[in-house]
């Protein structure tokens, strides 16, 4: 069976430092990624997704990055966290065409 | 890309259904709806999926008229445990490549 992992489940950063954020699928290949971010109370924005290894499509632009260096691998990055960064992060995949995502249990990230 | 239009909030009572209304006036030819179920600080969760007319699962039915331009999620019965923020999400176009979702709908079911 499939399943997403997604790590570390909380996050306090200080403004200004690093960011990375990894996402890890098993049991497919070559799967759709994608990496939401979720303010509080707000619904979900679409951030990064990829279709492919090395190929990233940012929807947002923003202080963060995305990068997929293996099939399976989803990273988040940022070298340098504004306070806005703060919120839940929440990896997902797909099966390409397929109209249904699966996601991990996400990140909150606290940046102070 | 096909924008849609929920509710913020609805409430209900427990063993009532509900109904979640979701307007997609811009619905393109080869777009499904699909929804999710999203509990507090958890990812979302696939809940159903339709294209046209009626569809039925284990968990709920998802009703779609004719002309596409909206579609309502029901859930029977409901519990406490369906407290949650519902998510109504339209096909880009037959590219499924990408999930955009909306505010969705907070659904709170009191005792």
């Known amino acids: 069976s499939q399943t997403i992992h997604q790590w570390p489940a909380t996050l306090v950063q200080p403004v200004g430092s690093p960011l990375s954020l990894e996402c890890t699928v098993e049991?497919?290949?070559?799967?759709?990624l994608y990496w939401y971010r979720q303010a509080a109370g707000r619904g979900l924005q679409l951030l990064f997704y990829?279709?492919?290894?090395?190929?990233i499509s940012s929807e947002v632009p923003q202080n963060l990055s995305a990068s997929r260096p293996q099939d399976r691998q989803f990273i988040l990055s940022s070298k340098k966290l504004l306070l806005s960064d703060s919120g839940f992060y929440l990896c997902?995949?797909?099966?390409?065409?397929?109209?249904?995502?699966?996601f991990g249990q996400g990140t909150r990230l606290t940046v102070v | 890309l096909a924008k849609t239009t929920q509710p913020i909030s609805m409430d209900s009572y427990e063993g009532q259904e509900v109904n979640i209304t979701c307007s997609h006036n811009n619905i393109a030819t080869n777009d499904y709806i699909t929804w999710y179920q999203q509990f507090p600080s958890q990812g979302p969760r696939f809940i159903i999926q339709?294209?046209?007319t009626k569809v039925t699962n284990e968990v709920a039915s998802l009703f779609i008229p004719a002309d596409r331009k909206s579609s309502t999620l029901s859930l029977p019965r409901v519990s406490l445990s369906d407290t949650a923020v519902y998510y109504c999400l339209v096909g880009d176009g037959g590219n499924f490549n990408k999930f955009y979702f909306g505010s969705g709908t907070k659904l709170n079911v009191k005792p």
């Open positions: 339709g294209y046209k």
């Open positions: 990829s279709v492919g290894i090395g190929q």
């Open positions: 049991g497919t290949s070559n799967p759709n």
């Open positions: 997902a995949w797909s099966v390409q065409g397929n109209t249904e995502a699966f």
